[in-house]
Nanobody
């Protein structure tokens, strides 16, 4: 049974930081590319960042480049999204995602609100 435990979301002021964590179980984590998506109210879900199986390759949405960092620890089945210099437009539900070939799994999401 695939499970994700996402944590780290919450309310933060503009310019602040949050660290999202996603702990996965029920599949071979080290064989999956991992990513974070987000969905703001009334908008489509969008890719925020992705990281390759061994972490050697990362990719970011233009809107978060230089502010967000994705990392993974295969020994702990964990993927992290460090978010700095947060802006109100970063407000969204953030989802952890795993993909390998035709297999795709989604986390339940964690809410991030950036507001003063």
């Amino acid at each position: 049974q695939v499970q994700f435990v996402e944590s780290g979301g919450g309310l933060v002021q503009p310019g602040g930081s949050l660290r999202l964590s996603c702990v996965a179980s029920g599949f071979i984590f080290s064989r999956y590319g991992m990513s974070w998506y987000r969905q703001a109210p009334g908008k489509e879900r969008e890719l925020v960042a992705l990281i390759s199986i061994v972490g050697g390759t990362t990719q970011y949405a233009d809107s978060v480049k230089g502010r967000f960092t994705i990392s993974r620890d295969n020994a702990k089945n964990t993927v992290i999204l460090q978010m700095n210099s947060l802006k109100p437009e970063d407000t969204a539900v953030y989802y952890c995602h795993a993909r390998s070939g035709g297999s795709s799994y989604w986390g339940q999401g964690t809410q991030v609100i950036v507001s003063s």
